[in-house]
């Protein structure tokens, strides 16, 4: 097992299933017993290494009203679990900032604040200085490392561009990747996916923006989600 710095979060009741087909977007199609039931999913990328038929999954059961019974948040990664759900992800790192020591001086100003064109995940407040934060799914394995991103993302590429605009004007920029897989020594871009958006890091970091990358997994023993490392080394 991946070294644990800490419990970030429980997540009970877990049902456990086996991943079939994804049917779009949000929706995968799952079976629990000899039961075939549809689960929603919270995860735009291809995630093609975890939605293979027959890898086995970890559900919850949604509690507001839903057509869907199901939510499918991780997959099976070796012993334990690949976070796929990227809600999850982002709760589990607010959980976190305070044992993240690059962070440990910030607080939560505003959620899904608009810079530009863009809407990004956080508004933070560090020593006094305001700083944006956007936050990436890192889902992806390719070898040892946490990659990102595993399609073409024009989303993503327009983010990162008003973050470098709002750098040259003098505003401080964080970019962040939770490499949500166990097992991993640091992040690098996935350039075969886009290579544009992998070059706009370059730039981005080149004026000024902040890259960063911390690592959690899914451990279905405890039922937990946990920390494995705040601080996992960047490679561009």
């Known amino acids: 097992m991946s070294s644990v710095i800490a419990e970030l979060l429980k997540v009970k009741p877990t049902i456990r299933c086996k991943v079939l087909e994804r049917v779009n977007r949000f929706v995968v199609n799952i079976s629990i017993g000899d039961r075939v039931l549809k689960a929603y999913l919270c995860n735009t990328g291809r995630l093609l290494d975890y939605l293979g038929k027959g890898r086995e999954g970890f559900c919850t059961e ?23 759900d990227t ?29 530009g064109s863009s809407l990004l995940d956080y508004l933070l407040e560090c020593g006094g200085e305001k700083v944006f934060l956007e936050v990436k799914s890192a889902a992806l394995r390719i070898g040892n490392y946490a990659s990102y991103p595993d399609c073409p993302s024009i989303r993503a590429r327009k983010q ?36 544009e958006l992998s070059t706009l890091l370059l730039t981005a970091k080149d004026r000024g923006i902040e890259i960063r990358a911390i690592a959690m997994a899914y451990d279905p023993v405890k039922s937990s989600i946990y920390l494995s490392d705040p601080e996992l080394e960047v490679e561009l």
């Open 62 to 84: 949604l509690v507001s009203p839903s057509k869907l019974r199901y939510r499918l948040f991780a997959v099976r990664d070796d012993e334990l679990g690949a976070i796929i």
């Open 87 to 115: 809600h999850l992800q982002l709760k589990a790192f607010e959980r976190a900032m305070n044992l993240i020591p690059w962070l440990k001086m910030c607080r939560i100003l505003r959620r899904n604040v608009r810079v």
């Open 160 to 195: 990162i561009k008003d973050l470098i605009k709002a750098a040259e004007k003098g505003c401080r920029g964080m970019l962040l990747f939770i490499a949500a897989l166990p097992k991993v020594s640091a992040f690098k871009p996935n350039f075969q996916a886009d290579q």
